[in-house]
């Protein structure tokens, strides 16, 4: 299952619109007292769309993935107005301005703060002519959340395994990718001694009881993502072997999850849920031996929740369409 340009253009179709769509929002906000009953845009000038603050995030991240990637993109020139009219000193100031302020210690923590080290290394990535001003002017933002990255997995002594934002190993994941794109040997030590501490001695993980009902990330499946980038070639296979054993029989792993309700924000998640895990099947597959039955079998199965994720990205509600796109291209790229 191959992308087309089309579809990367119906992708993109989203978030450029999404990202000035300033209501409805989700506000998780801490107000310190009466001066901070503010509206969303001039809370983020930056990151006031896409319903909620993570998601205009990674709808950025998308937006510059889908314009490296695809030259002939017809937005091209939309993503580049969107980005010259937010990426700005000033406006990134403010973004970090809020983090600094008391109260506010584990504002998107840790979900949001992956994205935004996921989008600092796609900006870094990108050819475009202005894509290295638009990094330095979000470089302080970047700074704030890598020095929060660094206390927050020291101090938390259990991983959080929940399939929705709070979740460690997706953030590790995106983090350790950031790490070892800028060769930030401190913060990649940071992160693999964290991932160890946490995931290393896991066996017969009870991924029958997945999914969770608002659940977009499989608990058991990022784990391994996770812990396929963490661990030597040779030491993963007998790895993950210990911790899914009898990976077909897991029928709640392997098969979509039904989605009740496409407009429900919670619900919709699920739609999320079977991307994301075609995302982790593709990848850990292709880190498994040749010979390993599991790969096979991963494969299969992203194919299944690829087909069943995919209709509903781009279905007229808002529920899904303001982030679903984000979780389509990392379950469609092709797996390197």
């Known amino acids: 299952m191959h992308l087309t340009l089309d579809q990367v253009s119906a992708f993109a179709a989203l978030p450029l619109r999404s990202l ?5 929002n989700h506000i998780m906000h801490a107000l310190n007292g009466p001066q901070d009953v503010l509206s969303p845009r001039a809370l983020h000038p930056v990151f006031y769309g896409c319903y909620d603050w993570h998601s205009a995030v990674h709808g950025y991240w ?38 600094q302020t008391p109260g506010r210690v584990s504002f998107e923590r840790p979900y949001g703060w992956a994205w935004i080290m996921a989008l600092a290394q796609e900006l870094d990535t990108w050819q475009h002519p202005k894509a290295k001003i638009w990094l330095a002017a979000m470089e302080p933002l970047v700074a704030e959340i890598r020095s929060r990255v660094f ?3 020291a101090k938390l002594s259990y991983a959080i395994r929940v399939g929705t934002h709070y979740n460690s190993a997706f ?13 930030d040997i401190e913060l990649e030590s940071a992160v693999v001694t964290a991932s160890c501490r946490y995931f290393m001695g896991d066996s017969n993980y009870p991924a029958h009881y997945e999914p969770g009902g608002d659940e977009f990330l499989s608990a058991a499946l990022t784990e ?5 980038d963490v661990l030597e070639p040779n030491v993963f296979p007998d790895w993950f072997a210990q911790y899914l054993p009898a990976l077909g029989d897991i029928g709640r792993l392997m098969n979509p999850a039904d989605v009740s309700d496409h407009s429900d924000p919670k619900i919709a ?5 079977n991307l994301s895990r075609a995302w982790c099947m593709k990848r850990i597959a292709r880190r498994l031996p040749e010979s390993d039955p599991a790969g096979p079998i991963l494969s299969a199965a992203a194919r299944r929740h690829i ?5 509903n990205v781009v279905s007229g509600e808002y ?18």
Not at 171 to 183: Q, S, T, V
């Open 151 to 153: 206390s927050y997995f």
């Open 62 to 99: 998308l937006l510059a993935r889908c314009a490296r990637q695809y030259p002939t993109l017809p937005q091209q020139d939309n993503i580049a107005v969107l980005f010259d009219e937010h990426f700005t000193a000033a406006n990134m100031q403010q973004e970090r301005a809020y983090f």
């Open 269 to 273: 998640h699920l739609n999320g849920l």
């Open 171 to 183: 953030a590790l994941k995106l983090i350790l990718d950031f790490a070892r794109h800028r060769n």
């Open 20 to 24: 000035r769509h300033e209501y409805p």
């Open 224 to 228: 391994a993502l996770l812990m396929s």
């Open 307 to 311: 087909e069943a994720g995919l209709p």
């Open 319 to 336: 529920a899904g369409e303001h982030w679903l796109a984000t979780f389509a291209m990392l379950a469609m790229e092709a797996v390197n």
